[in-house]
């Protein structure tokens, strides 16, 4: 099972409830309405089996590896979430209004980490994950992903850009996944340095995965009009002895 590494302090998610009167069982909840069509059907056989190393048979790999696209080099594209849900996520982010800085971040823009919004945040996002990333990246790289170190929401905006937040990797991440929340602004996206690649920006909804650590170094590109969101996970490949561990 997807383990979540706890980072930072819960905020009191009744307070913020009561304050702000937001349901957000329909954000935090898994549905499969949620996720993109077709990559429900693509996915739609994958059974998350331990003892198996949470590899899919050939029949599901031979379907995934049809499904997504590779426009450069182990950065992996397809669609994710519905634009509805994204359009939920991030008016639920923006009326609660949590978004800042991380101390000791450099990165230019604030972000909100999902987890400070609700209790129930990363097991919502973790089912995403079991069900339709780990059987990408395990057919793709033989390489399940199966711990979540964090899964936020980034605004990119005119006013909060600082120059460009330079080349990094992503350090708590294997494997990170990027996915276009909106599509009302201009330029901005994720440029890779060594694949000389520029992905974005994204129909709403779709993702890029990739493997962050060593051999993508990337950064963002300024947007030139309105703000950008995307929803980013962080996740890791190490296989707990303890398939069962599973936090929220």
Known sequence: MIVQQSKGLFLNFLNLYNCNMIDLSKIFNYSPDNIAPELLEATKDYVLVPEDSFMPT???????????????????SFPFLTPK??????????????????????YPAPEIDLKDLSPYANTAHIQKIEKHIVPIAASFWNFPVIWLSSAFVVKHSMD??????????????????????????????????????AAGPLPVGHAILFPSRVTHRHT?????????????????????????????
């Open 58 to 76: 050939d029949e599901v790999r031979e379907k995934i590896l049809d499904f997504v696209e590779e426009p450069a080099t182990d950065i992996i």
């Open 160 to 197: 909060g850009q600082i120059g460009n937040p330079g080349w990094h990797h992503d350090g708590l991440a294997d494997v990170s996944l990027s996915v276009q929340l909106n599509d009302d602004f201009d330029d901005g996206g994720v440029y890779f340095e060594r694949q000389k690649f």
């Open 85 to 106: 849900y994204c359009r939920q996520l991030v008016d639920t982010c923006e009326e609660i209004g949590q978004f800042r800085h991380r101390p000791g971040d450099e």
């Open 220 to 248: 963002a590109l300024n947007i030139t009009r309105g703000k950008r969101y995307s929803l980013t996970y962080w996740m890791k490949g190490d296989i707990p002895e303890d398939y069962s561990a599973r936090t929220v």
